[in-house]
Nanobody, 122 residues
């Protein structure tokens, strides 16, 4: 298994911002597409964003377009998710995971870490 560690979550008011980090220490992230997923209580896990390894193209779910930005810092072996204009419906546990080179999810990577909790509330 390829081990990833999520961090940066917390409690924020509606309209606020958070930056999530996805770090790997035992493999090189720039060789892989990396997706961000989230899961709210009682709901299925959903993908919110992905950054490819082939051309750097990005994907965003309709619910977060214009508000979230995914990026890489290869020197730090880290992928980020900048989240702006946060809404209560963004609340959930956020996970990062390896995907296929062009952001195609594979059952090979159907395992998950602890994630990081994001709570958007007044």
């Amino acid at each position: 298994q390829l081990q990833l560690v999520e961090s940066g979550g917390g409690l924020v008011q509606p309209g606020g911002s958070l930056r999530l980090s996805c770090a790997a220490s035992e493999f090189t992230l720039d060789s892989y597409a990396i997706g961000w997923f989230r899961q709210a209580p009682g709901k299925a896990r959903e993908e919110v964003s992905c950054i490819s390894s082939i051309d750097g193209s990005t994907y965003y779910a309709d619910s977060v377009k214009g508000r979230f930005t995914i990026s890489r810092d290869n020197a730090k072996n880290t992928v980020y998710l900048q989240m702006n204009s946060l809404k209560p419906e963004d609340t959930g546990v956020y996970y990062c995971q390896v995907e296929g080179a062009m952001c195609v999810f594979s059952s090979e990577y159907d395992y998950w870490g602890q994630g990081t909790q994001v709570t958007v509330s007044s």
